[in-house]
């Protein structure tokens, strides 16, 4: 079974730019976490999707929002990009959002995204 | 919201010696405790969970320990070898009425030296 994989692996992008961001999950998981990992704060939640609802969002300014589609895959969107958005983002799917007693998420490779 | 301690932020040990992780948190109703390993460049890989209905859990060099009453849990890596080396993060549950989120500890980063 495929894991998780995230697109593009790389991006550049300048201050005041906006970005989107491609998650998709492992065939079957239905819900889908996004998180900012930086040197300086570790990982950091973003927000959680399941059933293309948001359930849970992190302490992020409105510029992080997200979406999710009827397949599970999942967007991120970044607007007017500062220099403190320059971070790896990494996307997570577990099997059954819904369920209390499945957690697991499994990560995808993240993608780079640099700010200038 | 929830908050996730964790210590040591650096760790050197011989090839062989143990190698232990701590972690607190704060919310009671976290319930589910995972710890990732997470190598340079790689993303984060689960290594060990826990419940809270559980006290210990083993997978051969590595185990987690949980002491719900004092809101701690540790993982433990025995016999260690050069290629534990990597950061280690434990998490909490943050539970909320509608979904969860997973709040991260700072990481440990572990070095095992021949």
């Known amino acids: 079974k495929a894991g998780v994989t995230q697109t593009p692996r790389y991006l550049i992008k300048t201050r005041g730019q906006q970005v989107t961001l491609s998650c998709s999950p492992i065939s079957g998981h239905r819900s889908v976490s996004w998180y900012q990992q930086t040197p300086g704060q570790g990982l950091q939640f973003l927000f959680e999707y399941f059933s293309e609802t948001q359930r849970n969002k992190g302490n992020f300014p409105g510029r992080f929002s997200g979406r999710q589609f009827s397949n599970s895959r999942s967007e991120m969107n970044v607007s007017t990009l500062e220099l403190g958005d320059s971070a790896l983002y990494l996307c997570?799917?577990?099997?059954?959002?819904?369920?209390?007693?499945?957690?697991?998420?499994?990560f995808g490779p993240g993608t780079r995204l640099t700010v200038t | 919201g929830e908050n996730v301690e964790q210590h040591p932020s650096t760790l050197s040990v011989q090839e062989g010696d143990s190698a232990v992780i701590k972690c607190t948190y704060s919310d009671s109703a976290s319930n589910y405790f995972p710890w990732y390993k997470q190598e340079l460049g790689k993303r984060p890989q689960l290594i060990i969970d826990?419940?809270?209905?559980?006290g210990e859990k083993k997978d051969q060099r590595i185990a987690v320990t949980l002491n719900k009453t004092a809101k701690h849990f540790s993982l433990h890596i025995t016999e260690t070898q050069p290629e534990d080396s990597a950061v280690y993060f434990c998490?909490?549950?943050?539970?909320?009425?509608?979904?969860?989120?997973?709040?991260f500890g700072k990481g440990t980063s572990l070095l095992v030296t021949p």
């Open positions: 997570a799917s577990s099997l059954v959002g819904g369920d209390r007693d499945r957690y697991e998420q499994y």
């Open positions: 998490a909490a549950t943050q539970n909320s009425n509608s979904g969860y989120a997973l709040n």
């Open positions: 826990i419940r809270s209905n559980v």
